[in-house]
């Protein structure tokens, strides 16, 4: 069914019906009471607490981004689409184990799985958006050990930061092995599409919205907007970026996520609209059946001393990031090997959770974050530091990113403050009864 929509005073009319209203304007980006209120209900059900009026809150944490975003789009900064997926697919697959199943989450946010996916993707690149902005803004921060110390110094013994549970986690997996049965299937599959476009048979959007994996685009029909290349995975970017016939299809693209057939859409400057079509193999039960019976081998074979994690690691390890470090996991949010426990993915701190210092777990079955594909692993926990007071001698790379982030925070809060006098801003009437952060907004 289609709807005329208008904007007038404010609130968006359909059918002679309000069905949303305009709270803010930032610049020439509007911010609806849905977007609220949609953010209010992902908190509320993330278990966030907030201080104040959460309407309040949430609307200038909106109204900051809208500021980021401004200026990203001013500067050309933009977030990868294959950062933007990977993060996608660890937030879905986590929805997921928490909620239950993809039809409680439709339940729960009453939307289509695709609309979720949709919505949740747009987040994504926002949220990652801004986190490039915010660090080409600060750039690299270095603080002196002296600083440290004299923050250190300088803080009440009762107000010292708490240093939550740290551990560090050593990593083996295994790949299932996948039929080239499988691969050649999809390979068929993406033929017989390319066949049926080139010949004017079928409309490549048509079989992309039927068929492609890709949920986030294929109710695009497949387009994925104007990228650079930087903004594409590699073996993607290579392939669209030589396209010139609209018309015509690409060859069978493989790439970390699947594979691929793309077609160029439009061309502007050194940036690509493109569509594609995304095709994974299955991987049978039997496969990672078998990849788990390997671990659970291996893992004796540890236990009973016949070579050490690190050796196995090495030899027999899939994992190319951590198989010549021990197996020793990396965390890319501290670049260390240390990890709170809500950093670690979601099935690796469910299995150290019951594990003791120096065991090695049985084999399990996950998700992997990059791509999510299916991997299976055995992990050994090498080192817990329980969650304490912060001491100077011990936790000094702790209250070295503390100074930083408080560095950080500092430009960043002084940025905001000089970007605000720059916008125009309008707020409802309601709104500009909120007590802000950033008292700016009103002028």
Partial sequence: MLFMVLLTGGNVWAQDNV?????????????????????????????????????????????????YLHQAKLDSVYASESDITRRLDMMTNRYIQMIGSKEKME???????????????????????????????????????????????????????????????????????????????????????????????????????????????????????????????????????????????SKIVKSEFGYHIIQLIERRGDRINTRHILLKPQIPEAEIDSAEVKLDSIARDIRSGKFTFEKASLYLSDDESTRNNGGLMPNPQTNTSKFEMQQLPQEVAKTIDTLKVGEISDAFEMINPQDGQTQCAIVKLKERIDGHKAKITEDYQNLKQIVEKKRREELLDKWIREKQKKTYVRISENGRKCAFKYPGWIK
């Avoid at 209203?21 to 509320?44: C, H, L, T, Y």
Wanted: hydrophobic share 35%; aromatic share 8%; with cysteine.
């Fill in 107 to 249: 339940e729960y946010f009453n939307k289509t799985w695709s609309q979720i996916r949709d919505d949740m993707r747009e987040n994504i690149r926002n949220t990652l958006t801004v986190q490039q902005m915010q660090q080409q803004l600060v750039g690299d921060i270095k603080v002196t050990p002296s600083e440290v110390r004299r923050y250190f110094e300088t803080i009440p013994k009762d107000s010292l930061p708490y240093v939550p549970t740290m551990v560090e986690v050593q990593v083996i997996k295994k790949l299932p092995h996948i039929p080239q049965a499988e691969i050649d299937e999809v390979k068929r599959k993406l033929r017989e599409y390319s066949d049926r476009i080139n010949k004017g048979e079928s409309d490549f959007s048509t079989l992309a919205l039927l068929y492609s994996e890709d949920k986030g685009s294929a109710m695009n029909g497949g387009e994925i907007g104007f990228k650079g290349r930087g903004e594409l995975v590699p073996a993607y970017s290579s392939v669209a970026f030589n396209l010139r016939d609209t018309k015509k299809v």
């Fill in 19 to 67: 069905i949303d209203e305009v709270v803010w304007v930032i610049g020439d980006e509007p911010i609806f009471k849905s977007d609220i209120e949609e953010a209010r209900m992902n908190a509320q059900y993330e278990g966030r607490k907030f201080k104040g009026d959460p309407n309040c809150v949430i609307a200038e944490e909106l109204a900051i981004q809208k500021l």
